[in-house]
């Protein structure tokens, strides 16, 4: 089975820091996505990536970039972490997008 | 655009009872749909998908038919468990697409 693991479940940042969220999947999957997800608003789109070093902005890209300088990794940060980016942050990885997605379990960061 | 539309929770029912999620579905061409379901704490599984009409979908008792006279994909299950409590989410994405779109999600509780 595909995995996609993300580094950290839980994460605790100030306000103004710099944080870097990793996702790595082991089936060469050519695409990977970051969502967020908040109560109320579903999965959001921040960010995705369809070749190394390629991205494309999701719908709520600000105050986000991304890094893709391996096929297998896909990194999220956050330039300058403020309180209204606390969420659970979701990777995901797919082949072919009709082929559904796999998601990592999940990086719930609160930012203080 | 394309967009999902799924019934809002939360959703609570007795050991046993019969289950119905309603997704309906709107898309510019021809859409795979998914549900994909989340147990508290984790990541999005997916649970089942179809790619074309009349398609019906199923995994570990729970099944959706691609209804494309209704735009529809509705989740069934004869008779769910506790075990069955999570967030269920209703997806689509379109042919040759990176961009797939979640509905909001239907959290269910089911009681013993």
């Known amino acids: 089975d595909v995995k996609v693991t993300q580094s950290s479940r839980y994460l605790v940042k100030r306000t103004g820091e710099k944080v870097f969220l990793e996702c790595v999947q082991d089936m060469d999957h050519e695409n990977m996505f970051w969502y967020r997800q908040d109560p109320g608003l579903g999965l959001r789109l921040i960010y995705f990536?369809?070749?190394?070093?390629?991205?494309e902005k999701g719908d709520i890209p600000e105050g986000y970039s991304v890094s893709r300088e391996k096929k297998e990794r896909f990194s999220l940060i956050l330039e300058s972490a403020s309180t209204n980016q606390t969420s659970m942050y979701l990777c995901?990885?797919?082949?072919?997008?009709?082929?559904?997605?796999?998601f990592g379990s999940g990086t719930r960061l609160t930012v203080v | 655009g394309n967009s999902v539309t799924q019934m809002e929770g939360p959703v609570t029912l007795s050991e046993e009872a019969f289950l119905t999620i309603n997704c309906t579905y709107t898309?510019?061409?021809?859409?795979?749909l998914f549900w994909y379901v989340q147990y508290p704490g984790e990541g999005l599984q997916l649970l089942l998908k179809a790619t074309k009409a009349d398609d019906k979908g199923s995994n570990k008792g729970f099944e959706a038919t691609y209804r494309k006279e209704t735009t529809s994909f509705h989740l069934e299950k004869g008779s769910v468990q506790v075990s069955d409590s999570a967030v269920y989410f209703c997806a689509l994405i379109l042919y040759n697409n990176n961009d797939m779109r979640f509905g909001a999600g239907t959290r269910l509780t089911v009681k013993p």
């Open positions: 990536s369809y070749d190394v070093k390629m991205k």
């Open positions: 898309a510019t061409g021809y859409p795979s």
């Open positions: 995901a990885s797919s082949l072919r997008g009709y082929y559904g997605y796999t």
